[in-house]
């Protein structure tokens, strides 16, 4: 069923359910209680009544509603729950500190996953938030180099006696072909691969091709070609910093007609933003479906055995080594402990933005919030944390560079439209109504802000007081619920089951 149809017929549905003979009052499940409900998409504003049954929101009324529990929202913003179209952190742990950001659905589109029918097997054996991959380009391109492919099959039959490893392994073996192309006689296997993915749930492509600068531009020019054909969303970290990679990837989807989400256009872009943003407003004026993000910090977060650091980083980059700090101990790295890092492998963080460029892209009313979030490390970079909390709080309230309304839309309808060309889901995602996937995020926009920090361990934003991920509580009173689980999958519509 297309999404508008199918949100058209939740939203009847959830009308016939909320009508009752005899005019007795409706039961709900939950219902939360004189909040300030904000729903960007009908610009509602105004202290309402929700009552949820099941995974649904039933009706937002001003009427007094009748709950077998009742949460008083008195003073509190209830809002759609925010989504994250860019979260590496896919574990139950990480989802611990995205829930107390206000994060209801997180999801792996830059880097995307090698094999997404393990992947979802995994997360469905109990997810706290709703999760989602693409297929990763990077990953899966090994298929098409002909004695990379032999590694590749024996992680896939690994995959049935051991998941987690054999998922790992073919990862490793993907990107341990980054140096190498793809010869164009091999384009057809990579197509091929790539079909894989989508028929397995995919929501898209994942193409972090600065991580394998073996693919050429005629690869990358054949995976936008096979997008388009699919009708495919391409999430794409660019091949370098700066303007000519950004002109690329825009240039590949003008002339292919595919679907393109750039991540993290402020690290990608560093002292170009102004330009970048000016040539992705362009194309969207234009109608192109062109789209981006940013995250709220000055710096971003990588492996530092990954191909961004190899020689001449520094000229790329702008920085010196006491610009990196590692993960792991929290120092600031000298070339000696460069080298021997490197050699190890592990994380890095990157201290290489200003704070302008950020403000610069929030200007910008197209440009979406998402954290690029890290897998959980007790030193990881703050953003795994903080992201959405800093951005409505530092941001929105206390900088004041838009309204709340519209901070909340970068966060919620903004990334659900951006998903619904790939999955129906998504017609239910980002919204404060009646039909409506009861997702939904309850804070203090007087309070809200992150905490975490690069010195010291995560630590939980704070002034999210509720969340609720598909009608259940997930975090309860500024706490996260022990054993919730309510975490669903977001299929692509080119899933063949």
């Known amino acids: 069923m297309p999404g508008r149809a199918a949100r058209i017929f939740a939203l009847a549905i959830a009308a016939l359910i909320a009508i009752r003979p005899g005019g007795a009052q409706e039961q709900y499940d939950i219902v939360l209680a004189g909040g300030r409900v904000m729903d960007p998409e009908t610009g509602l504003d105004a202290v309402r009544n929700v009552g949820i049954r099941g995974p649904v929101i039933v009706t937002v009324a001003e009427e007094p509603l009748e709950g077998a529990v009742t949460v008083d929202a008195t003073g509190l913003v209830v809002a759609p729950g925010f989504i994250d179209l860019h979260a590496h952190g896919q574990t139950n742990r990480a989802n611990e500190f995205q829930a107390r950001d206000g994060v209801t659905t997180a999801l792996e589109l830059e880097s995307g996953v090698a094999d997404l029918a393990a992947f979802l097997q995994r997360r469905s054996e109990g997810a706290i938030l709703n999760y989602g991959a693409t297929v990763s380009h990077m990953s899966i391109r090994a298929w098409a180099i002909p004695d990379r492919a032999e590694l590749m099959r024996r992680a896939t039959a690994r995959l049935a006696t051991d998941p987690e490893i054999g998922l790992r392994d073919l990862e490793w073996f993907g990107s341990g072909a980054r140096y190498e192309a793809v010869a164009t006689e091999n384009y057809g296997d990579l197509r091929e691969a790539l079909g894989r993915g989508l028929a397995e749930g995919?929501?898209?492509?994942?193409?972090?091709?600065?991580?394998?600068?073996?693919?050429?531009?005629?690869?990358?020019?054949?995976?936008?070609?096979?997008?388009?054909e699919e009708d495919a969303t391409i999430y794409t970290h660019v091949r370098a910093m700066?303007?000519?990679?950004?002109?690329?990837?825009?240039?590949?989807?003008?002339?292919?007609?595919?679907?393109?989400?750039i991540v993290h256009a402020n690290s990608s872009s560093l002292w170009n933003i102004g330009p970048v943003l000016e040539l992705i407003g362009g194309v969207q004026r234009r109608g192109f479906d062109i789209t981006t993000e940013v995250y709220p910090y000055t710096a971003a977060s990588t492996?530092?055995?990954?191909?961004?650091?190899?020689?001449?980083?520094?000229?790329?980059?702008?920085?010196?080594?006491?610009?990196?700090?590692?993960?792991?101990?929290?120092?600031?790295?000298?070339?000696?402990?460069?080298?021997?890092?490197?050699?190890?492998?592990?994380?890095?963080?990157?201290?290489?933005?200003?704070?302008?460029?950020?403000?610069?892209?929030?200007?910008?009313?197209?440009?979406?919030?998402?954290?690029?979030?890290?897998?959980?490390?007790?030193?990881?970079?703050?953003?795994?944390?903080?992201?959405?909390?800093?951005?409505?709080?530092?941001?929105?309230?206390?900088?004041?560079?838009?309204?709340?309304?519209?901070?909340?839309?970068?966060?919620?309808?903004?990334?659900?439209?951006?998903?619904?060309?790939?999955?129906?889901?998504?017609?239910?995602k980002g919204r404060l109504q009646a039909g409506a996937d009861a997702d939904i995020t309850i804070f203090d926009a007087a309070r809200i802000v992150d905490t975490a920090t690069f010195e010291d361990d995560l630590s939980h934003s704070e002034g999210v007081v509720h969340v609720l991920v598909n009608g259940e509580f997930v975090v309860r009173d500024g706490g996260n619920v022990a054993g919730a689980l309510p975490g669903l999958p977001i299929i692509g519509r080119l899933s063949a089951k």
């Open 303 to 428: 492996g530092l055995g990954s191909a961004i650091f190899d020689p001449g980083w520094q000229e790329h980059l702008r920085i010196g080594y006491g610009d990196l700090q590692w993960q792991d101990t929290g120092e600031r790295l000298t070339e000696e402990s460069f080298d021997r890092y490197r050699a190890s492998g592990g994380t890095v963080i990157i201290h290489m933005m200003r704070d302008e460029w950020i403000r610069e892209a929030l200007a910008e009313d197209f440009v979406m919030v998402a954290s690029d979030g890290m897998p959980y490390a007790p030193g990881a970079h703050p953003r795994s944390a903080g992201t959405f909390a800093r951005f409505l709080g530092r941001y929105v309230r206390d900088e004041g560079l838009m309204p709340l309304m519209d901070g909340l839309a970068r966060i919620t309808i903004m990334p659900a439209r951006r998903l619904e060309g790939m999955t129906d889901q998504a017609a239910r």
């Open 202 to 228: 995919a929501l898209g492509i994942g193409m972090a091709h600065q991580y394998y600068p073996g693919a050429t531009l005629e690869e990358i020019l054949e995976v936008f070609r096979f997008a388009a």
């Open 242 to 261: 700066g303007i000519g990679a950004m002109q690329e990837v825009i240039a590949n989807a003008v002339a292919t007609g595919a679907s393109l989400h």
